[in-house]
Protein backbone atom coordinates (compact mmCIF):
# COMPACT_ATOMS: atom_id res chain seq x y z
CA UNK A 1 0.00 0.00 0.00
CA UNK A 2 2.93 2.03 0.69
CA UNK A 3 4.74 1.39 -2.47
CA UNK A 4 1.27 1.98 -4.52
CA UNK A 5 1.09 5.86 -2.24
CA UNK A 6 4.72 6.86 -3.14
CA UNK A 7 4.23 5.69 -6.91
CA UNK A 8 1.04 7.95 -7.28
CA UNK A 9 2.60 10.71 -5.29
CA UNK A 10 5.69 10.32 -8.02
CA UNK A 11 3.29 10.42 -10.50
CA UNK A 12 1.25 13.23 -9.49
CA UNK A 13 4.42 15.35 -9.21
CA UNK A 14 5.53 14.46 -12.91
CA UNK A 15 2.06 15.52 -14.16
CA UNK A 16 2.21 18.84 -12.68
CA UNK A 17 3.75 21.25 -15.67
CA UNK A 18 0.75 19.70 -16.80
CA UNK A 19 -1.49 21.98 -16.07
CA UNK A 20 0.83 24.74 -16.88
CA UNK A 21 1.74 26.29 -13.51
CA UNK A 22 3.59 29.70 -13.28
CA UNK A 23 7.70 29.65 -13.65
CA UNK A 24 7.95 31.31 -10.60
CA UNK A 25 6.27 27.59 -9.36
CA UNK A 26 8.22 25.85 -11.49
CA UNK A 27 11.60 27.36 -10.39
CA UNK A 28 10.86 26.74 -6.23
CA UNK A 29 9.93 22.78 -7.65
CA UNK A 30 13.03 22.84 -9.26
CA UNK A 31 14.87 24.36 -6.50
CA UNK A 32 13.67 21.61 -4.20
CA UNK A 33 14.42 18.99 -5.80
CA UNK A 34 17.97 19.86 -6.68
CA UNK A 35 18.44 20.63 -2.76
CA UNK A 36 16.66 17.07 -1.74
CA UNK A 37 18.68 15.14 -3.94
CA UNK A 38 21.90 17.09 -2.06
CA UNK A 39 20.37 16.13 1.11
CA UNK A 40 19.95 13.34 0.54
CA UNK A 41 23.02 12.09 -0.91
CA UNK A 42 24.46 13.79 2.95
CA UNK A 43 22.02 11.09 4.59
CA UNK A 44 23.66 8.13 3.07
CA UNK A 45 26.09 8.44 6.12
CA UNK A 46 24.69 10.68 8.17
CA UNK A 47 21.78 8.16 8.78
CA UNK A 48 24.84 5.92 10.23
CA UNK A 49 26.21 8.55 12.92
CA UNK A 50 28.68 10.00 10.29
CA UNK A 51 28.09 13.43 10.67
CA UNK A 52 30.16 15.63 7.93
CA UNK A 53 29.65 19.28 8.19
CA UNK A 54 32.25 20.08 4.83
CA UNK A 55 30.00 18.44 2.26
CA UNK A 56 30.33 21.94 0.75
CA UNK A 57 33.78 21.32 -0.37
CA UNK A 58 32.44 18.22 -2.74
CA UNK A 59 29.28 20.76 -4.10
CA UNK A 60 32.43 22.96 -4.82
CA UNK A 61 34.32 20.47 -6.62
CA UNK A 62 31.62 19.30 -8.62
CA UNK A 63 30.76 22.43 -9.63
CA UNK A 64 34.37 24.27 -10.06
CA UNK A 65 35.48 21.00 -12.41
CA UNK A 66 32.63 20.85 -14.19
CA UNK A 67 32.13 24.83 -15.11
CA UNK A 68 35.85 25.29 -15.74
CA UNK A 69 35.92 22.37 -18.46
CA UNK A 70 32.80 23.90 -19.87
CA UNK A 71 33.94 27.87 -19.93
CA UNK A 72 37.57 27.07 -21.05
CA UNK A 73 37.08 23.62 -22.97
CA UNK A 74 33.66 23.31 -23.91
CA UNK A 75 33.23 19.93 -22.39
CA UNK A 76 29.53 18.44 -21.54
CA UNK A 77 28.63 19.17 -17.79
CA UNK A 78 27.60 15.85 -18.57
CA UNK A 79 31.81 14.75 -18.42
CA UNK A 80 32.55 17.15 -16.00
CA UNK A 81 30.15 16.19 -13.75
CA UNK A 82 31.50 12.71 -13.68
CA UNK A 83 35.05 13.90 -13.37
CA UNK A 84 33.72 15.96 -10.38
CA UNK A 85 32.16 13.33 -9.13
CA UNK A 86 35.58 11.14 -9.32
CA UNK A 87 37.71 13.53 -7.76
CA UNK A 88 35.37 14.20 -5.01
CA UNK A 89 35.49 10.89 -4.31
CA UNK A 90 38.66 10.90 -4.80
CA UNK A 91 39.61 13.39 -2.05
CA UNK A 92 37.17 11.99 0.59
CA UNK A 93 39.01 8.59 -0.50
CA UNK A 94 42.16 10.16 1.39
CA UNK A 95 40.89 12.27 4.12
CA UNK A 96 38.32 9.28 5.15
CA UNK A 97 41.10 6.60 5.40
CA UNK A 98 42.75 8.99 7.90
CA UNK A 99 40.42 9.45 9.89
CA UNK A 100 38.88 6.04 9.42
CA UNK A 101 41.88 4.74 10.36
CA UNK A 102 43.66 6.34 13.29
CA UNK A 103 40.23 6.68 14.83
CA UNK A 104 39.36 10.27 14.05
CA UNK A 105 35.65 9.74 14.90
CA UNK A 106 32.26 11.55 16.34
CA UNK A 107 32.48 15.20 17.02
CA UNK A 108 35.70 15.46 15.75
CA UNK A 109 35.44 14.30 12.61
CA UNK A 110 33.06 16.44 12.01
CA UNK A 111 34.98 19.56 13.00
CA UNK A 112 37.15 18.02 10.41
CA UNK A 113 34.87 18.17 7.61
CA UNK A 114 34.00 21.59 8.65
CA UNK A 115 37.50 22.64 7.93
CA UNK A 116 37.76 20.94 4.58
CA UNK A 117 34.78 23.07 3.93
CA UNK A 118 36.59 25.92 4.37
CA UNK A 119 39.64 25.14 3.11
CA UNK A 120 38.27 24.54 -0.06
CA UNK A 121 36.77 27.95 -0.14
CA UNK A 122 40.33 29.58 0.55
CA UNK A 123 41.76 27.59 -2.26
CA UNK A 124 39.06 28.73 -5.00
CA UNK A 125 39.31 32.34 -3.89
CA UNK A 126 43.03 32.22 -4.28
CA UNK A 127 43.18 30.99 -7.51
CA UNK A 128 41.21 33.76 -8.51
CA UNK A 129 42.72 33.72 -12.06
CA UNK A 130 41.32 30.46 -12.93
CA UNK A 131 38.16 30.77 -10.47
CA UNK A 132 37.07 33.88 -10.53
CA UNK A 133 38.10 34.62 -6.81
CA UNK A 134 35.16 35.71 -4.15
CA UNK A 135 33.27 36.85 -7.69
CA UNK A 136 33.07 33.86 -9.13
CA UNK A 137 32.24 33.36 -12.74
CA UNK A 138 29.07 33.15 -15.37
CA UNK A 139 28.87 29.79 -17.44
CA UNK A 140 29.13 30.58 -21.23
CA UNK A 141 25.64 30.93 -23.34
CA UNK A 142 25.40 28.00 -25.72
CA UNK A 143 22.89 26.47 -27.82
CA UNK A 144 20.00 24.84 -25.62
CA UNK A 145 20.62 21.21 -25.47
CA UNK A 146 20.51 18.40 -23.83
CA UNK A 147 24.03 17.71 -23.56
CA UNK A 148 25.20 21.10 -22.72
CA UNK A 149 21.84 20.80 -20.19
CA UNK A 150 20.86 23.69 -21.50
CA UNK A 151 16.44 24.69 -22.03
CA UNK A 152 14.96 26.97 -23.30
CA UNK A 153 12.25 26.69 -20.88
CA UNK A 154 11.97 25.66 -16.89
CA UNK A 155 9.60 22.38 -17.57
CA UNK A 156 12.93 20.58 -18.63
CA UNK A 157 14.95 21.22 -16.26
CA UNK A 158 12.08 20.82 -13.74
CA UNK A 159 12.54 17.00 -15.44
CA UNK A 160 16.13 16.59 -15.19
CA UNK A 161 16.41 17.61 -11.46
CA UNK A 162 13.25 15.21 -10.46
CA UNK A 163 14.81 12.20 -12.59
CA UNK A 164 18.40 13.16 -10.31
CA UNK A 165 16.35 12.95 -7.26
CA UNK A 166 14.40 9.64 -8.05
CA UNK A 167 17.88 8.38 -8.97
CA UNK A 168 19.11 8.99 -5.56
CA UNK A 169 16.60 7.52 -3.82
CA UNK A 170 16.85 4.37 -5.73
CA UNK A 171 20.50 4.08 -4.74
CA UNK A 172 19.10 4.77 -1.03
CA UNK A 173 17.11 1.82 -1.44
CA UNK A 174 20.21 -0.51 -3.23
CA UNK A 175 22.33 1.02 0.46
CA UNK A 176 19.76 -0.07 2.58
CA UNK A 177 19.41 -3.56 0.74
CA UNK A 178 23.11 -4.16 0.54
CA UNK A 179 25.62 -5.82 2.95
CA UNK A 180 27.27 -2.63 3.71
CA UNK A 181 24.14 -1.14 5.73
CA UNK A 182 23.89 -3.96 8.39
CA UNK A 183 27.79 -2.98 8.98
CA UNK A 184 27.31 0.33 8.92
CA UNK A 185 24.23 0.25 11.12
CA UNK A 186 26.11 -1.75 13.72
CA UNK A 187 29.14 0.64 13.65
CA UNK A 188 26.59 3.80 14.25
CA UNK A 189 25.14 1.54 17.20
CA UNK A 190 28.70 0.42 18.97
CA UNK A 191 32.06 0.58 17.02
CA UNK A 192 33.94 -1.36 19.34
CA UNK A 193 31.73 -4.83 19.28
CA UNK A 194 31.33 -4.36 15.66
CA UNK A 195 34.44 -4.24 15.51
CA UNK A 196 35.29 -7.61 17.58
CA UNK A 197 32.60 -9.00 15.23
CA UNK A 198 34.36 -8.91 12.18
CA UNK A 199 32.97 -5.92 10.87
CA UNK A 200 35.26 -4.08 8.79
CA UNK A 201 34.31 -0.76 9.84
CA UNK A 202 37.35 1.30 7.81
CA UNK A 203 36.02 -0.07 4.73
CA UNK A 204 32.33 0.24 5.29
CA UNK A 205 33.11 3.78 6.20
CA UNK A 206 35.16 5.11 3.77
CA UNK A 207 32.91 3.61 0.85
CA UNK A 208 29.39 5.49 2.47
CA UNK A 209 31.74 8.61 2.31
CA UNK A 210 33.30 8.55 -1.02
CA UNK A 211 29.60 7.46 -2.37
CA UNK A 212 27.99 10.41 -0.51
CA UNK A 213 30.76 12.66 -1.76
CA UNK A 214 30.58 11.72 -5.10
CA UNK A 215 26.62 12.21 -5.50
CA UNK A 216 27.32 15.49 -3.42
CA UNK A 217 29.12 16.85 -6.36
CA UNK A 218 26.59 15.82 -9.07
CA UNK A 219 24.48 17.72 -6.92
CA UNK A 220 26.70 20.88 -7.08
CA UNK A 221 27.05 20.74 -11.21
CA UNK A 222 23.11 20.21 -11.55
CA UNK A 223 22.37 23.47 -9.50
CA UNK A 224 25.34 25.32 -11.02
CA UNK A 225 24.34 24.86 -14.58
CA UNK A 226 20.31 25.50 -13.07
CA UNK A 227 21.36 29.17 -11.81
CA UNK A 228 24.08 29.45 -14.55
CA UNK A 229 26.61 30.74 -11.95
CA UNK A 230 29.60 29.23 -10.03
CA UNK A 231 30.36 30.85 -6.36
CA UNK A 232 32.67 30.02 -3.65
CA UNK A 233 30.51 31.48 -1.18
CA UNK A 234 27.46 29.98 -2.55
CA UNK A 235 28.60 26.04 -3.20
CA UNK A 236 31.68 25.61 -0.78
CA UNK A 237 32.22 26.52 2.56
CA UNK A 238 30.85 26.27 5.97
CA UNK A 239 27.50 28.63 4.83
CA UNK A 240 26.07 25.57 2.33
CA UNK A 241 27.66 22.58 4.31
CA UNK A 242 25.73 23.78 7.42
CA UNK A 243 22.56 23.97 5.36
CA UNK A 244 22.95 21.08 3.47
CA UNK A 245 22.85 19.37 7.10
CA UNK A 246 20.23 21.13 8.67
CA UNK A 247 17.87 20.80 5.72
CA UNK A 248 18.70 16.41 6.09
CA UNK A 249 17.89 17.20 9.63
CA UNK A 250 14.95 18.93 9.70
CA UNK A 251 13.20 16.29 7.93
CA UNK A 252 13.83 13.29 9.37
CA UNK A 253 18.20 12.25 7.89
CA UNK A 254 17.03 8.55 8.49
CA UNK A 255 14.22 8.19 6.41
CA UNK A 256 14.10 8.14 2.26
CA UNK A 257 11.17 11.21 2.37
CA UNK A 258 13.07 13.43 4.86
CA UNK A 259 15.87 15.08 3.19
CA UNK A 260 13.15 16.02 0.53
CA UNK A 261 10.59 17.24 3.28
CA UNK A 262 13.72 19.06 5.05
CA UNK A 263 14.69 20.58 1.85
CA UNK A 264 10.69 21.97 0.40
CA UNK A 265 10.29 23.42 3.82
CA UNK A 266 13.55 25.67 3.69
CA UNK A 267 13.32 26.39 0.37
CA UNK A 268 9.91 27.44 0.53
CA UNK A 269 10.70 29.70 3.96
CA UNK A 270 13.58 31.35 2.48
CA UNK A 271 11.62 32.35 -0.74
CA UNK A 272 8.97 33.65 1.43
CA UNK A 273 11.64 35.42 3.08
CA UNK A 274 12.82 36.75 0.48
CA UNK A 275 10.29 38.03 -1.57
CA UNK A 276 8.37 39.62 1.56
CA UNK A 277 11.05 41.34 3.46
CA UNK A 278 13.62 41.64 0.43
CA UNK A 279 17.33 42.65 1.99
CA UNK A 280 15.59 43.79 5.31
CA UNK A 281 16.90 40.73 7.03
CA UNK A 282 19.34 39.38 5.40
CA UNK A 283 20.68 36.85 7.60
CA UNK A 284 18.01 36.10 9.76
CA UNK A 285 17.99 32.93 8.16
CA UNK A 286 21.04 31.59 9.47
CA UNK A 287 20.12 32.88 12.72
CA UNK A 288 16.82 30.79 12.49
CA UNK A 289 18.37 27.74 11.32
CA UNK A 290 21.06 27.92 14.44
CA UNK A 291 17.90 27.87 16.80
CA UNK A 292 15.61 25.24 15.00
CA UNK A 293 18.78 23.07 14.92
CA UNK A 294 19.75 23.27 18.56
CA UNK A 295 15.50 22.75 19.46
CA UNK A 296 15.30 19.67 16.64
CA UNK A 297 18.30 17.75 18.48
CA UNK A 298 16.54 18.24 21.79
CA UNK A 299 13.05 17.25 21.31
CA UNK A 300 13.00 15.67 17.69
CA UNK A 301 16.16 13.73 17.19
CA UNK A 302 14.46 11.99 14.02
CA UNK A 303 13.43 15.02 11.94
CA UNK A 304 10.19 16.19 11.45
CA UNK A 305 9.35 13.62 9.16
CA UNK A 306 10.55 10.69 11.01
CA UNK A 307 9.34 11.75 14.27
CA UNK A 308 5.52 12.08 12.82
CA UNK A 309 5.79 8.66 11.41
CA UNK A 310 6.82 7.28 14.44
CA UNK A 311 3.85 8.75 16.82
CA UNK A 312 1.75 7.53 13.39
CA UNK A 313 3.30 3.79 13.97
CA UNK A 314 2.76 4.18 17.89
CA UNK A 315 -0.50 5.00 17.44
CA UNK A 316 -1.41 2.47 14.91
CA UNK A 317 0.16 0.43 16.95
CA UNK A 318 -1.96 1.28 20.22
CA UNK A 319 -5.19 0.64 18.19
CA UNK A 320 -4.49 -2.44 17.05
CA UNK A 321 -4.17 -3.85 20.56
CA UNK A 322 -7.48 -2.30 21.43
Not at 34 to 59: D, K, N, Q
Request: charged share 10%; net charge positive.
Amino acid sequence: MKRLSFLFVIGLIALFPVVHPSPYTLHIATLIFIWAFIATAWSYMGRFELISLGHGAFLGIGAYTAGLLFNNAGVSPWVGMILGALIAAGLAGIIGFACFRFGVIGDYFALLTLALGEITTLVLVAFREHTGGSLGFTLNKVEPSLWALKFTNKVSFYYVSLAFLLAAWFLWIVIDRSKMQKGLRAIGEDEIAASTLGVRIVRYKLYIYMISASVTSMGGVLYAWYISYINPHTLSGVGPSLDIAFKSILGGMFNLLGPAIGSALIVILEEYVRVVYGAKFVGISQIAYGMVLVLLIMFLPRGIYGSLSALFKKMSGLSDRK
